[in-house]
């Protein structure tokens, strides 16, 4: 069937194997139905059923009744994918050929994307492309899509780490691809074999970024390929029937593997070579398995592994490499020990961090748990933890492996490649002991740990990281547990004696404005009773790499001064000072923000307070700006200020009073909360916190609305405190108002702010709440608002000004276009008045004209008659080339036909050589077993006994078999079908 004669019939044809998809094949037809490219016209479907069981069949039916034209159903007994689409492929009559998946499906644009495509690239490719994506259980990009940055074509000799192993995402000619066929010897990869073998005709393929191939991975997962992981066949056969194959097929013709079927090679071998364990039980296989795989490895050129992007785990990555050089060796330098293989290195003893699982401090002991992954032997590897004392005494405490179930050494191809060294040291702790601990990595040449010769060890300490599962982290550096404190500073645990408790836990909030944070620190450094006696908690929402270089090195500085930081940049101050709360060690818990500073005596002064049974401690406060000092007013009309209130913490605790996390910051509530349910509360009329004084206007909504939210809170508080507090409402709304008028927000966003304000007014009026105290802030609200509208309405009269002068104008362009208009309609009678002569001489020449064709008339018909004659005579000589031609094919097919049987008689010769040369071997056998079949008899009997029971279990396996076929959970041995004993 040549190009045209399939082209004039249909533009695409598509083969589908269908083996029970009974839920999936309508999805599958219908994408392929539902083609902007017209499917009647266009498309034939060729489907063939591979002995479903289901009911698949009588589907491909129904659909076929509904499209006779295009569709041909096909049903064979159980064979596997690629005997379905090779039979389909003797039927194809499109000039495209594609092998759909029958549980998949494509965009409704890809047949007429990948025509149009083809059309456009005809001479250049043989094979068009298009992108996976995973769907159901997994949905993502198949990884090799990076391929399809734009449409175009792929030169392999240029760009050959292009991969492509899909049928199923790709569109052949027909004329090319018939002269091929599926493999049947290969699990998983006969798509592979063709395409890389058609890939050699011309070392270029299409591709088309604009459509999309849906792959669906089942969400009850392959099971078949699960099963074949432990398949004998999966691993020598595979690389004898598909690496060596493709390796051979280009070495037979073109005398070396292009570098483009070497990175193929290579990306898809990682697959087989990533399995933990081989199923080989003797070693003959064992051996076949491993000289197939060094002589695939061999025709692979090391940088298809080394440098090859598609091959993504580094740890398999090194295996890869050390399976191509086939050595492993250990060199020696610089205080350290690297494992190589040929020039390239696998590992170095220093290239790695130890993470610590586990940092605990028990009453007479420090435990750290941990691990270290690297490539050498666990034998090799001891990790002890080194206590020096503040005295000087120096002792070693020896790490003991311990083994996670969780945690395995990674393994590949039966071969420990990288060891999981996971390890547990208990270090002693005296009460009041001060010492610095050291994590030591020791390296052991002959693996015997009591070997502590120079020649035999290697010292190294290495970067301590923590695990999610540490008591520290990055952003947190001390633990104070029973009677010790640990603090981690320049790779070490520092261990000091406990003091008996922190008088003051100031958690200190640092968001985004920082201006005085410096101010903050030094007014807490310079308290007068110590700066010891104080815990300081950072709570940022800021990573700690942004935070001030100062208040860094305070943290660094200082075993008192804690950073913690949210990585989620949250914008809740509240959630910020919960966070802060959980760590606070002190009995009582001061909350500061970065424009608050403390009096060099506070601490000193509240110093007495804090030891009697109260609940609440206040202070006075002094606002700042830099020149003047504004005393807050101390009266029960307004509620204080969160940082003039020191809080028990056990009394925080036992009620759970801690901040709202859905609000910007509910400091108001908060302190009304706190005052409302505290049982005992000391007030010092002294003056001890400043606070600097924001002078910056609102730029966005999110404060003006937060408070609003609080204000109906604190107002749902005080209602159900049944207090009569409510008239400290008017103050805050009246001051909310002010800060409105005086925002930088949108008068829009403005607008909704007071509908919300005036909704909340509404409510206090169903309290009896008596709103005169608040109309003044709501008549300037409405007073806005008017003069908003009274700007509108000047600027929408202006505009209307604007247009009448327009229109005017308008009207006066009109009238010097009619005036046009009749200028050119008198033109056209002039031009309409010339035509008409023109018509009248072009009739004269007309009638001219016909009388000189008539006095030709007879010459023409003359000239007529002898062309005809001619004519004649040319398709009579073009008919006789024409069966010349057509004799001489049928004389070229002949002695092609003759060529072929000459050569296959050779190659029957040749076999029957072979078979002639065997026979002679086994007769010579035959001759030497003679001597020794009385030797066996008995052993044949007892094999004739154990086949009549094989023979007997066979009966039963059938019977089995037919059982599971008319079974109504067939779908359940969907997988064991698949499988050659099955069959």
């Known amino acids: 069937m040549n190009d045209t004669e399939i082209s004039n019939r249909y533009k695409f044809s598509i083969v589908m194997a269908v083996y029970n998809t009974e839920e999936y094949v309508h999805n599958a037809i219908d994408s392929l139905i539902d083609q902007t490219l017209d499917f009647k016209d266009n498309v034939q479907l060729i489907l063939v059923d591979d002995g479903s069981t289901d009911n698949s069949l009588s589907i491909l039916n129904e659909y076929k009744e509904n ?50 495509f083809f059309e456009k690239h005809y001479d250049e490719v043989d094979l068009v492309s298009i992108p996976i994506t995973y769907f159901e259980r997994v949905n993502h990009e198949y990884m090799l899509n990076y391929k399809f940055k734009s449409s175009r074509v792929i030169d392999l000799d240029s760009e050959p780490n292009n991969p492509q192993l899909s049928s199923a995402s790709s569109f052949f000619k027909s004329t090319i691809v018939t002269n091929y066929s599926f493999p049947y010897n290969v699990i998983h990869a006969e798509d592979c074999i063709l395409i890389n073998k058609l890939l050699g005709e ?137 494992i190589k293989t040929g020039d390239y290195t696998i590992d170095n003893l220093k290239n790695h961090n130890l993470w610590l699982d586990e940092v605990t401090l028990d009453e007479d002991k420090l435990i750290i748990t941990g691990f270290y992954n690297s490539h050498f032997d666990i034998e090799n590897i001891g990790i002890d933890a080194v206590k020096e004392s503040h005295g000087g005494k120096i002792n070693v405490y020896r790490g003991e492996y311990v083994k996670y179930y969780n945690r395995v050494d990674e393994r590949f191809l039966s071969k420990t490649w990288q060891y999981k060294h996971n390890f547990r040291i208990d270090i002693p702790l005296k009460k009041d002991e001060k010492c610095n601990i050291h994590i030591r990595l020791t390296y052991y040449d002959d693996k015997n740990k009591k070997n502590n010769a120079k020649n035999n060890t290697i010292y190294t300490y290495l970067s301590n990281k923590f695990a999610n599962t540490a008591a520290l982290s990055d952003h947190k550096r001390y633990l104070m547990e029973n009677s010790h404190i640990l603090y981690f500073k320049d790779n070490s645990f520092n261990i000091l004696p406990r003091p008996n408790e922190y008088l003051l836990s100031i958690i200190l909030v640092a968001n985004n404005d920082n201006n005085h944070l410096t101010n903050v620190m030094e007014s807490l450094l310079n308290q007068t009773v110590g700066f010891e006696k104080i815990e300081v908690i950072i709570a940022s929402n800021n990573p700690i790499k942004k935070l001030d270089t100062q208040i860094k090195s305070y943290n660094e500085k200082y075993g008192n001064v804690n950073i913690f930081t949210d990585n989620m940049n949250t914008l809740s101050i509240g959630k910020l000072r919960n966070n802060g709360l959980s760590y606070a060690t002190g009995s009582h818990v001061l909350f500061i923000d970065a424009d608050t500073t403390l009096a060099s005596n506070m601490v000193e002064i509240i110093e007495p307070y804090l030891t009697q049974d109260n609940d609440i401690i206040r202070v006075g406060l002094v606002y700042a700006d830099g020149i003047t000092r504004t005393q807050q007013t101390d009266t029960d009309k307004q509620i204080p200020k969160l940082s003039t209130i020191i809080y028990n913490k056990k009394y925080l605790q036992k009620n759970n009073l801690t901040f709202m996390e859905d609000v910007y910051d509910d400091e108001l509530y908060y302190t009304a909360r706190t005052l409302l349910t505290s049982a005992k509360t000391a007030k010092i009329n002294t003056n001890l916190i400043n606070s600097y004084i924001n002078n910056k206007s609102y730029k966005c909504t999110n404060n003006l609305e937060t408070q609003l939210t609080v204000f109906k809170r604190l107002i ?143 010459k023409d018909e003359k000239i007529n008659q002898l062309t005809r004659q001619i004519e004649d005579t040319a398709i009579q000589e073009q008919e006789k080339d024409e069966r010349i031609n057509e004799l001489t094919r049928q004389v070229d097919d002949i002695t092609i036909q003759e060529q072929e049987k000459d050569k296959r008689i050779n190659e029957l010769t040749g076999q029957i050589d072979d078979i002639t040369l065997q026979k002679q071997e086994k007769d010579k056998r035959i001759n030497e077993l003679t001597g020794q079949v009385d030797d066996i008899t008995i052993q044949k009997q007892e094999k004739d006994e154990k086949i009549r029971i094989l023979l007997e279990q066979k009966e039963e396996l059938e019977k089995f078999k037919k059982d599971v ?19």
């Open 67 to 116: 499209y006779p034209a295009n569709i041909i159903v096909l049903h064979q007994e159980n064979c596997g994918r690629a005997a379905a689409i090779n039979n389909g492929l003797k039927y194809v009559q499109g000039k495209y050929v594609n092998f759909f998946d029958s549980d998949d499906y494509i965009s409704s644009n890809t047949l007429e994307d990948v025509y149009n």
């Open 202 to 338: 011309k070392h270029r393929y299409g591709v088309v970024d604009s459509c999309i191939y849906y792959y669906r991975r089942r969400l009850n997962g392959d099971s078949l390929i699960d099963n074949t992981r432990d398949n004998k066949l999966f691993f020598t056969n595979q690389l004898k029937n598909y690496y060596v194959e493709l390796i051979d097929y280009y070495l037979s013709k073109e005398g070396e593997v292009p570098l483009f079927i070497q990175y193929t090679l290579a990306y898809d071998l990682q697959w087989m070579l990533k399995s933990r364990e081989l199923p080989f039980e003797s070693s003959g296989e064992l051996d076949e398995f491993w000289n197939y795989l060094h002589y695939v490895l061999d025709h692979l050129s090391i940088t298809t592994i080394a440098d090859n992007d598609n091959i993504t785990n580094p740890v398999f990555k090194t295996f890869y490499i050390y399976l191509k050089y086939n050595e492993l060796h250990k060199e020696y330098k610089d205080d350290t020990v690297i």
């Open 716 to 858: 749902d508080l005080l209602v159900s405190q049944d207090t009569d507090k409510l008239d400290i409402i008017p103050a805050y709304l009246n001051n909310w108002t002010e800060t409105l008028l005086n925002s930088q927000i949108s008068s829009i966003d403005k607008r909704r702010l007071t509908n919300k304000y005036i909704k909340l007014v509404t409510e206090l009026e169903k309290l009896d709440f008596k709103t005169e105290k608040i109309i003044t802030s709501i008549i300037k609200l409405i007073r806005y608002h008017d003069n908003i509208i009274q700007i509108q309405s000047r600027k929408t009269r202006e505009y209307l000004e604007d247009n009448k002068n327009k229109n005017s104008e308008l009207e006066s362009t009109n009238k010097e276009l009619l005036k046009l208009q009749n200028e050119l309609i008198t033109a056209n009678n002039k031009l309409l008045q010339k035509k008409e002569e023109l018509i009248n001489t072009e009739k004269k020449f007309t009638k001219e004209h016909e009388q000189l064709l008539n006095k030709n008339s007879e």
């Open 965 to 983: 076929y008319n079974s109504t959970s067939w779908k359940i041995t969907k997988p064991l079908r698949k499988l050659k004993f099955w069959k």
